[in-house]
C-alpha cells in the first residue's frame, strides 16, 4: 500500500458489470476475477500484467437506482479510526463508520466538508 495521504484504490460501481467488464477489457485490456462477499454478492478485480488496477462491483442493492454508475476513489490512511474523528473535527461526515473486511483492510466511507464523497482504507497488511 501506498503512503498515507495518496490515493489507492478505484473501484466503479455500475448496475451492468458484464457490460462494463466487457468495456474494460476491449478498451484497457483487463482481465478480472472474481472475488465472493457477504450475502452472494461478487467483487471483480480487474488486472493488468497480472497487477491488480481497479475493482467493481454491482450497484443494484447497495445504492438506490437514480445513482448512476461510477468511479469510487480510496485514500490511504495510517489509521482508519483516527483519520475519522479528525474528518468529523473538520466538517466531514461519516456515511459508513469504519469497517473490517477480512484480508482487505478496514474502511470508512465519508463524505469532505463540501460533500463529496471518498474512502479511507488501511490496508490489513499494513496496519
Not at 66 to 95: C, M, T
Not at 105 to 123: E, K, L
Amino acid at each position: 500500500m501506498g503512503p498515507h495521504g495518496k490515493f489507492y484504490w478505484n473501484e466503479l460501481l455500475t448496475d451492468d458489470v458484464e457490460k462494463a467488464r466487457a468495456f474494460y477489457s476491449a478498451t484497457l485490456g483487463w482481465t478480472f476475477s472474481e472475488m465472493p462477499m457477504d450475502g452472494g454478492h461478487a467483487y471483480y478485480v480487474a488486472t493488468l500484467g497480472g497487477e491488480p488496477v481497479a475493482g467493481m462491483m454491482d450497484k443494484t442493492d447497495i445504492l438506490p437506482p437514480q445513482v448512476p454508475p461510477h468511479w469510487f476513489s480510496y485514500i490511504n490512511v495510517d489509521d482508519v479510526g483516527a483519520r475519522v474523528e479528525l474528518l468529523k473535527a473538520a466538517g466531514g461526515q461519516v456515511v459508513r463508520e469504519p469497517f473490517d473486511i477480512p484480508g482487505v483492510g478496514r474502511i470508512a466511507i465519508v463524505c469532505d466538508a463540501t460533500g463529496a464523497p471518498f474512502g479511507m482504507m488501511t490496508a490489513a497488511d499494513q496496519g
